[in-house]
């Protein structure tokens, strides 16, 4: 059984870093694209970026600014999210999420992913 879990998520200020990280059992996220999407409130869900299995090519949703930084570490089978000079505007759920079929490459289309965790909430204050 496939689980996904998000965590470092919290209540920040305007200018901190966080670093997001997406846990896995059941899989191997070497062998899977592994994305990273967020939902602020109110809004809907917003593709932040993904990277490839195999190479671990990365590559970012078209409004999401430089701050952004997707890794993998193929020893922990984590897929990690950086964040840094954080903005209200960063404030949302995020999510990581996986397709169904391995070596697969989905797009940023939310529905080209199966498996998804909880999300963890990211809150900025100003």
């Known amino acids: 059984q496939v689980q996904l879990a998000e965590s470092g998520g919290g209540l920040v200020q305007a200018g901190d870093s966080l670093r997001l990280s997406c846990a896995a059992s059941?899989?191997?996220?070497?062998?899977?694209?592994t994305a990273w999407f967020r939902q602020a409130p109110g809004k809907g869900r917003e593709f932040v970026g993904a990277?490839?299995?195999?190479?671990?090519?990365?590559h970012y949703g078209d409004s999401v600014p430089g701050r952004f930084t997707i890794s993998r570490d193929n020893i922990k089978n984590t897929v990690d999210l950086q964040v840094n000079s954080l903005v209200p505007e960063d404030t949302a759920l995020y999510y990581c999420?996986?397709?169904?079929?391995?070596?697969?490459?989905?797009?940023?289309?939310?529905?080209?992913?199966?498996?998804w965790g909880p999300g963890t909430q990211v809150t900025v204050s100003s």
């Open positions: 990277i490839s299995w195999g190479r671990g090519t990365v």
């Open positions: 999420a996986v397709p169904r079929i391995e070596g697969s490459a989905p797009g940023r289309d939310q529905n080209d992913y199966y498996y």
């Open positions: 059941g899989l191997t996220f070497s062998f899977y694209n």
